[in-house]
């Protein structure tokens, strides 16, 4: 099974940006869903953003509501990547943030199979 790592993760002060990739080791399936998730300690992992990955050209993507106008999800083609671009960050996005693939478009952790081992995302008020 192809791992997937993330990078981009650091500290930045409230209004500021990140860019998060996801990179995987090996080729996704061109019905695969890409998902990133957050999770901070003593809560459950929270849906962020997910992406039909369709061969890496990227197809219909969605985004929770606490970050939608803020965020947003990309296929990187050709590069077995995809990326989550945050803007306008708020303190209460401070989390672990994972990226994960499965095979249904479903904001549910549970329908997804292979996870990455996360990054910290730190944003100072």
């Known amino acids: 099974q192809a791992q997937l790592v993330e990078s981009g993760g650091g500290s930045v002060q409230a209004g500021g940006s990140l860019r998060l990739s996801c990179a995987s080791s090996?080729?996704?399936?061109?019905?695969?869903?890409v998902g990133w998730f957050r999770q901070v300690p003593g809560k459950e992992r929270e849906f962020v953003a997910l992406?039909?990955?369709?061969?890496?050209?990227?197809?219909?993507?969605l985004v929770a509501d606490s970050v939608k106008g803020r965020f947003t999800i990309a296929t990187v083609s050709g590069a077995n990547t995809v990326v989550l671009q945050m803007n306008s960050l708020r303190e209460e996005d401070t989390a672990i943030y994972y990226c994960?693939?499965?095979?249904?478009?479903?904001?549910?952790?549970?329908?997804?199979?292979?996870w990455g081992q996360g990054t910290q995302v730190t944003v100072a008020s």
């Open positions: 992406i039909r990955w369709r061969g890496g050209q990227g197809g219909s993507a």
């Open positions: 090996g080729r996704i399936l061109s019905s695969s869903v």
């Open positions: 994960a693939t499965g095979s249904h478009y479903d904001t549910n952790q549970r329908a997804y199979r292979n």
